[in-house]
Structures are given as C-alpha cells and as structure tokens.
C-alpha cells in the first residue's frame, strides 16, 4: 500500500494533455469565395445603409416637390385693374330707337354670328338694315354693321394690352375721328364709292367697329358713322359731371 502523493498512484499526464484540459480548442477562421453571400454581419450593415439613402433621397424629393408647390406659378399677375369686366355688345350695343334715324324704311336686325366667347375675350356683331325690304318701300338700301370686343387679362397681358395690341394689328390707316372719352378712335372712308365709312374706337379693355353704308346720294356716311360710334363708346365711358 502506497501513501497520498506515492508515484505510480496516477498515470502521468502529457503536458499538452493538461494543456487541453484547460482550453477549449480553436477552429480556424471561415473564409468565403467571390459570389458567396457575404456573413450576416456585412449583410445586415449592407441593408442598413441602403436603408438611409432610401430615407435621404425620400427626403429630398420631398422638399423639392414642397418648393415646387410653393412657387407661384409662372411670371407675377399683370394689372388688370383698368379692364372692365363686362360691355354690352352684339345686338345688345344699340336700342332700336338709335339706329332707326340712319336706315330709311323698315328697318330689321339680326346677329351675324361672328360672336364669341372665351377665356381670352367676348366678340359679337350685329346687322341692322332694309335690306331685305328697300326695293319694296322704294328707298336706298342702308345697313350698319356693328361689333364689338372685350378683352380679358390672361398671366402675360392685361385686357387692356390685349385690346391695344388687336386695335393697333386689326384697325385701318385712316383719319383720327372725333369720339370723346375714347382712348383711341379711326375713321377709314370708303373713296371709291363715297357710301361706306367705318368708325373703330377703343376704350380700356373694350372695341367697338362701326361700318355705316348708304346708298343715298349725298348720304353723309362719315358723319353718320361717328355719331354712332359716339353712341357706342357712350355705353362704357363713366358720366362726368
């Protein structure tokens, strides 16, 4: 019998044994070849960073489509403050009772159907006449012709531009005519027949054409032209006094 500590009481332990004894083993470390998908580790950062840009560019589309929304849309408004909003025109320009004096005979009027209406202006035009019937009452056939305009601003001009612009492109060479109130007014004669004179005038936003034939001789068309110009532009020009 051998006492504690007596050789041979224990089998010997090799050093790397005890080695062993002590520490767990160690494997060596994964590598991954090109097209593998890469560890969890790089996988989950990957998708992380994806995932910010996705916020920042939401983010900055974002604030363009807000500035977008928040930036007038095209040049400022123009002033408009000089248009008129509405004139009488078409038919509506005269009463019967301020044309009859210049048709001899009876005397009817109808729309041509040259009238108009949009966002940019109102046109309308009016035939007065004894045309259908002068033979009958044996008098000289006689007729006025009167349109009418008014313009409305838009985001590049005015009513009133869009009026001197029409008038300035539309209107004849003639002699300046005598309308009071009228911004601008045109008496272009018919020369070769002496029976026809038309009268164009502008107020503000607002044209009126007036085209007067007689046949009478001696019919003094110029004249009869302008007092009804005068009668027209009356309709919008504000009362003095």
């Known amino acids: ?9 224990y089998p010997p332990q090799h050093p790397q044994q005890q080695y062993q004894q002590y520490h767990h083993p160690q494997y060596p470390q994964q590598h991954y070849a090109p097209g593998h998908p890469p560890p ?12 910010t840009v996705l916020v920042l560019v939401l983010a900055g589309v974002g604030i363009w489509v807000f500035t977008a929304l928040d930036e007038p ?8 403050s000089q248009d008129l909003q509405k004139a009488p025109g078409g038919c509506a320009l005269f009463d019967e009772h301020e044309v009859k004096p210049y048709i001899p005979g009876q005397m009817k009027f109808e729309p041509t159907g040259f ?10 035009q009016c035939n007065w006449g004894n045309i259908d019937t002068f033979t009958k009452d044996k008098v000289p056939s006689a007729f006025m012709i009167a349109t009418s305009y008014v313009f409305h601003a838009t985001q590049t ?3 009133v531009d869009a009026a001197k612009e029409h008038f300035k492109r539309s209107v004849r060479k003639g002699a300046a005519a005598n309308v009071p109130g009228a911004d601008e007014a045109v008496l272009v004669v018919d020369g070769k027949t002496d029976s026809s004179a038309e009268v164009t005038v502008r107020y503000r936003n607002v044209v009126y054409k007036v085209d007067y034939n007689n046949k009478a001789e001696g019919a003094n068309v110029s004249s009869t032209a302008t007092e009804l110009a005068n009668a027209a532009i009356g309709k919008v020009v504000p009362k003095t006094g």
Request: without cysteine; hydrophobic residues 25%; positive net charge.
């Open 1 to 9: 019998m051998t006492g504690p500590g007596t050789p041979g009481q």
């Open 40 to 51: 969890k580790k790089k996988l989950g950062l990957l998708i992380g960073i994806l995932a």
């Open 73 to 80: 849309d095209g040049p400022p408004p123009v002033d408009a």
């Open 115 to 124: 009238g108009s209406s949009s966002q940019l202006s109102e046109q309308g």
């Open 157 to 159: 001009k005015s009513g």
